[in-house]
């Protein structure tokens, strides 16, 4: 079947404007992360859906960043008011399992949205 | 911020040898996981072992964790020029959601 999609693959955004990139996990997967990731280092985590719900959001580097998954399935990453700090790759991943035991399960990963602010 | 270490940063090897890389981390864990990112690409899941293993086998991947030094090494057997890529430890954590990534350890195959 087929895998995590995000779009777009690419971002230019002039510094001080909004974006929102898109995440469509696999179908029927419950979780839904959101990792941010700078050039040479590895994702580090922003945000943690089950279903609807935003269970974790403590890796939101500022209340610019907001993200959403309003019926569970696709999910937006909004950044308000861009800042050259963000250019960095956004990385979607979902997994089949729920619950506080996300931890323990394997995640699987879209390509990635590569944001650059100038 | 990161969970742990990786090393080497960068490995250069000619296909045939073997690979391994090495992962720290600093909290409990429940598991270790081993990731492979291609460049411009996303993360691809390789190999998941628990707490209370100490070596897991896939194909040509061998994982070991030594919990007491909190540590994990993957070793890739007879490499391949396609094996080039970036690789990755992830700890889950004993309860919570999120993995938490190293800074990864770049390997080329040359053919």
């Known amino acids: 079947g087929a895998g995590v999609s995000q779009s777009p693959r690419y971002k230019v955004a002039k510094r001080g404007q909004d974006v929102a990139l898109r995440c469509d996990p696999i179908?029927?997967?419950?979780?839904l992360f959101w990792y941010q990731q700078a050039l040479g280092q590895g994702p580090e985590f922003l945000t943690y859906?089950?279903?609807?719900?935003?269970?974790?959001k403590s890796g939101l580097p500022s209340d610019r960043f907001f993200a959403e998954r309003p019926e569970g399935s696709v999910s937006t990453l909004k950044i308000q008011r861009t800042q050259q700090e963000d250019s960095a790759v956004y990385l979607c991943?979902?997994?089949?399992?729920?619950?506080?035991?996300?931890?323990?399960?394997?995640?699987?990963f879209g390509p990635g949205t590569r944001l650059t602010v100038t | 911020s990161q969970q742990g270490e990786e090393d080497p940063q960068a490995l250069s090897i000619q296909e045939g040898e073997n690979a391994t890389m090495n992962c720290s981390y600093k909290?409990?864990?429940?598991?270790l996981q081993w990731y492979r990112q291609n460049s411009g690409r996303g993360l691809v899941h390789l190999i998941l072992?628990?707490?209370?293993?100490r070596e897991k086998h896939s194909g040509r991947l061998r994982v070991t964790l030594d919990t007491s030094k909190k540590s994990s090494s993957l070793l890739i057997t007879a490499s391949r020029a396609a094996d080039t890529a970036s690789y990755f430890c992830?700890?889950?954590?004993?309860?919570?959601?999120?993995?938490?990534f190293g800074e990864g350890t770049q390997l080329t195959v040359n053919p």
């Open positions: 991943a979902s997994s089949t399992r729920g619950g506080s035991w996300t931890g323990r399960y394997e995640q699987y």
């Open positions: 992830a700890t889950g954590e004993t309860s919570g959601s999120r993995l938490t």
């Open positions: 179908s029927g997967h419950v979780s």
């Open positions: 859906f089950q279903n609807e719900a935003q269970l974790d």
């Open positions: 072992i628990r707490s209370n293993e």
């Open positions: 909290t409990s864990i429940n598991n």
